[in-house]
């Protein structure tokens, strides 16, 4: 698979009124895995190389498909598959507006907190995980692609956060957003 051809190939799928092609719609041929991984830090490699160009990569972000336990980059005629060290986005900003939580991913996708992007508690892969395994939070950023919070806005969002400690001696972290109120962190 030829990656430049896969590009000249996403050319003019994207209506301008649309912010993402409706990969959900496509369902082309598998023509083999690209040699493409995305790191466990959210940085993309082609070829063992990393992919500099923010371009390129918030382009191909735009295009990444997950089926089963696969993710594949797909276009109205091609579907390649793709490495994922353990999901696609890692949430590298956040910001209150509105009493809405937004959070950002390296790839510049925009979420607001709630029923279309819920968070949910996961334990971290084993390059991430504590002696205790303590689960992560994990946020749906859009279809079934997940997003992980970076550490350094796991830790601005735990001093925002309401803390709670129940009769177990379970605290727990929480914050709002939409009116509803998400875990985003226990321990005992």
């Avoid at 790191?39 to 997950?66: C, H, M």
């Avoid at 060290?85 to 991913?105: A, C, H």
Wanted: net charge negative; aromatic share 10%; proline share 7%.
């Amino acid at each position: 698979m030829d990656l430049s051809r896969f590009q000249q190939q996403l050319s003019g799928t994207q209506d301008a009124s649309q912010s993402l092609p409706p990969v959900e719609k496509w369902d082309p041929d598998f023509c083999g895995d690209l040699n493409m991984v995305i790191a466990l830090d959210g940085r993309w490699f082609y070829e063992n190389s990393p992919i500099g160009r923010q371009s390129l990569v918030r382009l191909f972000s735009t295009v990444l498909k997950k089926e089963d336990e696969n993710y594949y980059l797909v276009t109205p005629v091609e579907k390649v598959g793709i490495q994922v060290e353990d999901v696609p986005f890692v949430i590298t900003n956040w910001r209150r507006e509105d009493g809405n939580l937004i959070l950002t991913t390296q790839t510049g996708d925009d979420c607001v907190i709630g029923h279309d992007h819920p968070i949910e508690l996961r334990s971290p892969p084993a390059p991430l995980a504590d002696p205790d395994a303590t689960p992560i939070p994990y946020v749906n950023v859009r279809r079934n692609l997940w997003g992980r919070l970076h550490q350094n806005v796991y830790y601005q969002l735990l001093e925002h956060a309401e803390s709670s400690t129940d009769e177990a001696g379970v605290s727990t972290w929480t914050v709002t957003s939409q009116g509803e109120s998400y875990c985003i962190g226990q321990v005992k």
